[in-house]
């Protein structure tokens, strides 16, 4: 009996795992398949033979190489540049001594993290065509920055409020500045956090499809997740090279994630342990 119940928490999660994994598993078999007649026939199993040739027809022919680098290097863009100018917000508004400036700073960032982004859909519409920058990638990369300040913000300042005011005192007396304390000191003790805050902001920028749908009107501009959406053969859906296309678009998430998992884990438990 105790047996059985320490055995029960590892069989719900792995119940609640098949659960999750069910869907991808699902995709990753039917990229594989032949044709939309090999998955409406056996639409949850292993296929008898592998059509690779998808990976390759979902590249080439449906564009999804066009689409996959425009949302890759849109996405890290957007995401490095937000950290950078969040860290310098938050390192001023928590380590500097403007006690009132920065107060009222940190509630006008708290209010940015009130207002849904789909509520700013016309004002920033409106913004970008004055710029002159739609239908260019400028009018995705400004908005996706601005969009993720509030958050990261939040999580950097909170992040450096707990480093100890000791090490500032001791670079002090060694002479460095502010630039200096905070680019050989603050910002390589957050790099947790802002692995963390990266994730987050380029997992938003990657599967972000509003302001790309707008905003963009030209093909060869357009990111996954809209290529996706335009995702048609000549004469029907091509359900195959389209589970291809869902996969090319999971791979840089896994990718990242595995070779950041340490960083992201450090920055979610950062703080909660203290010596």
Do not use: C
Not at 10 to 30: D, E, G, K, R
Not at 97 to 123: D, E, Q, W, Y
């Amino acid at each position: 009996m105790t047996r059985l119940k320490k055995l029960l928490p590892h069989i719900v999660l792995m119940a609640y795992l098949l659960v999750i994994l069910f869907p991808f598993l699902f995709v990753l078999f039917s990229s594989v398949k032949k044709d939309n007649n090999a998955i409406a026939l056996n639409p949850f199993g292993i296929p008898k033979q592998f059509a690779l040739g998808n990976y390759v027809e979902a590249w080439v022919n449906a564009k999804i190489s066009t689409y996959f680098f425009n949302s890759l290097y849109i996405s890290i863009l957007s995401a490095v540049v937000s950290i950078l100018i969040a860290a310098m917000f938050a390192f001023a508004i928590t380590r500097m001594r403007h006690f009132k400036i920065s107060a009222l700073l940190s509630g006008l960032i708290l209010v940015g993290m009130l207002i849904p982004n789909n509520a700013l859909m016309l004002p920033i519409y409106l913004l970008v065509r004055k710029l002159g920058i739609l239908d260019t990638h400028l009018a995705l990369i400004i908005p996706y920055i601005a969009n993720a300040l509030p958050f990261s913000v939040i999580i950097l300042a909170a992040f450096m409020r707990s480093l100890p005011g000791e090490i500032e005192e001791a670079a002090v007396m060694d002479g460095l500045k502010a630039q200096g304390i905070f680019a050989r000191i603050v910002v390589p003790l957050t790099v947790p956090a802002m692995v963390t805050v990266f994730i987050v902001n380029f997992l938003g920028n990657w599967n972000e499809f509003l302001l790309a749908n707008y905003f963009l009107s030209d093909d060869s501009l357009r990111t996954l997740p809209v290529g996706m959406v335009q995702f048609r053969d000549q004469y029907q859906m091509n359900y195959a090279q389209m589970s291809a296309g869902i996969v090319y678009s999971v791979v840089p998430v896994i990718v990242i994630y595995a070779i950041l998992q340490e960083k992201i884990i450090e920055g979610v438990t950062a703080g909660s342990v203290k010596g």
